[in-house]
Nanobody, 115 residues
Framework: QVQLVESGGGLVQAGGSLRLSCSAS????????LAWYRQAPGKQRELVAS???????NYAESVKGRFTLSRDNAKNTVYLQMNSLKLDDTAIYYC?????????WGQGTQVTVSS
């Protein structure tokens, strides 16, 4: 089993910044990619960004240049720095990983961007 615990969500004004954290614990040997997804009301869950053990990142077009994903392998933690937040970034953000074919999700953290 893998446990993913997110933190750092909250309410922020448009143009502001937030940093989300996701810490992995449990049977984490063999995990390569850690990712953030988000789901806005009435919409499908979508990939925001992902990062490999080696630090290679991938971003959704909608967040490129505004969000930065980093990883501290010693702490088994990833950080999603979100800058220049927009109203459309409002969603529940979920941490995600796959280990030997099993998909794991965190409980989610709410990000609300206000005008």
């Amino acid at each position: 089993q893998v446990q993913l615990v997110e933190s750092g969500g909250g309410l922020v004004q448009a143009g502001g910044s937030l940093r989300l954290s996701c810490s992995a614990s449990g049977n984490i040997v063999g995990i390569n990619i850690l990712a953030w997804y988000r789901q806005a009301p009435g919409k499908q869950r979508e990939l925001v960004a992902s990062i490999t053990n080696a630090g290679s990142t991938n971003y959704a077009e909608s967040v490129k240049g505004r969000f930065t994903l980093s990883r501290d392998n010693a702490k088994n933690t990833v950080y999603l720095q979100m800058n220049s937040l927009k109203l459309d970034d409002t969603a529940i953000y979920y941490c995600n990983t796959v280990r030997f074919g099993y998909i794991y999700w965190g409980q989610g953290t709410q990000v609300t961007v206000s005008s």
